[in-house]
């Protein structure tokens, strides 16, 4: 059974950091594209990191981008997503997925893992 596992969430200050891991089981995780999804409340879930399973390169939403860095450790089966300089507005349930390339749909995916920026 495919299981990927989010984990890493917490309440942290506006300006501090966290770093999520996302751990697969059950698949060549090398083998897939790992992105990062949030979901605040009320609103529509979004894509915020990519990491491709070919190159390792990198992709980044703009309200993202220069603060959140995403890695993979493939020996490990785990990518993280560093963040920093966490704002208010980063508040969201964060949710990690595995597709077979970078142009594919996601086809598995974790549970979410809450994080909490207070003001």
């Known amino acids: 059974e495919v299981q990927l596992q989010a984990s890493g969430g917490g309440l942290v200050q506006a300006g501090g950091s966290l770093r999520l891991s996302c751990t697969a089981y059950?698949?060549?995780?090398?083998?897939?594209?790992i992105g990062w999804f949030r979901q605040a409340p009320g609103l529509e879930r979004e894509g915020i990191a990519t990491?491709?399973?070919?190159?390792?390169?990198?992709y980044y939403e703009d309200a993202v981008k220069g603060r959140f860095a995403v890695s993979r450790d493939n020996s490990k089966n785990v990518v993280y997503l560093q963040m920093n300089d966490l704002k208010p507005e980063d508040t969201a349930v964060y949710y990690c997925?595995?597709?077979?390339?970078?142009?594919?749909?996601?086809?598995?995916w974790g549970q979410g893992t809450q994080v909490t920026v207070s003001s």
């Open positions: 997925a595995a597709a077979r390339s970078l142009s594919s749909n996601y086809i598995f």
């Open positions: 059950g698949l060549m995780f090398g083998h897939y594209a």
């Open positions: 990491i491709s399973n070919s190159d390792g390169s990198t």
